[in-house]
């Protein structure tokens, strides 16, 4: 959980600085990589799993350029800030008892523009491959497809999907795949549906004063 956190951080100040140039992104990227470590009462972080360092965050903060750098992506901005852990809250049409709506609430990492359209960028790191199995996770996936419900609230017409940025951590390497993950109208309305029946079980047993262990 620290990694990734560090990871998001990282990234999302790449993003931040990239229009002053790559050179002065990649600077950024890595100074932060380097104080989200960093912790002033025990010095630099010292991590058990030498996939997930200090120097592996470094690295692939500096590889994430020398990958997409290239690439035109500019960070959006809502109300004059950059578009980096966007909130969200979502009120339904499914009621407390007290009256009051329940409200889906999450925070997007990102919202960006390349040449395809303009997407929802998410960060993810793993130490596995990067196989067609890492990617069926994402489809279903409670995660994405609240996220789905998300961006049609902070941009409603203007996002196309999640694209999820993910990168294979190893003790020597840093390798990255993005892929785009989509969700219909349909499917949205589906597993609105879906929170809405798991409201009403977990009202039912609140009533009953049960909490059944769900393994």
Request: net charge positive; proline share 7%.
């Given at each position: 959980?620290?990694?990734?956190?560090?990871?998001?951080?990282?990234?999302?100040?790449?993003?931040?600085?990239?229009?002053?140039?790559?050179?002065?992104?990649t600077r950024a990227a890595v100074r932060a990589a380097l104080t989200s470590t960093w912790s002033e009462e025990d010095g630099p972080w010292d991590s058990p799993d030498r996939r997930r360092?200090?120097?592996?965050?470094v690295r692939t903060a500096v590889w994430y350029d020398e990958v997409y750098g290239a690439e035109e992506m500019r960070l959006l901005e809502i109300q004059g800030a950059p578009a980096v852990e966007v909130?969200?809250?979502?009120?339904?049409?499914?009621?407390?008892?007290d009256g009051d709506p329940y409200r889906l609430a999450g925070y997007l990492d990102a919202m960006v523009e390349v040449e395809q359209g303009t997407w929802v960028i998410d960060f993810k790191s793993t130490t596995g491959s990067l196989s067609g199995h890492y990617w069926d996770q994402y489809s279903p996936s409670n995660q994405m497809s609240m996220y789905n419900l998300g961006r049609r609230v902070v941009l409603p017409d203007a996002i196309k999907g999640i694209l999820v940025s993910a990168v294979q951590l190893g003790?020597?390497?840093?390798?990255?795949?993005?892929?785009?993950?989509?969700?219909?109208?349909?499917?949205?309305?589906e597993y609105l549906q879906t929170i809405y029946d798991t409201i009403a079980e977990?009202?039912?047993?609140?009533?009953?004063?049960?909490?059944?262990?769900?393994?």
């Open positions: 959980l620290d990694f990734g956190i560090a990871l998001h951080t990282t990234l999302q100040t790449y993003l931040a600085a990239k229009p002053q140039g790559r050179e002065a992104a360092t200090r120097w592996t965050l909130g969200f809250r979502i009120p339904t049409q499914k009621l407390t008892p003790v020597g390497f840093s390798r990255f795949e993005r892929k785009p993950i989509y969700r219909t109208r349909d499917q949205s309305e977990a009202e039912m047993w609140a009533e009953k004063g049960r909490w059944p262990m769900t393994e």
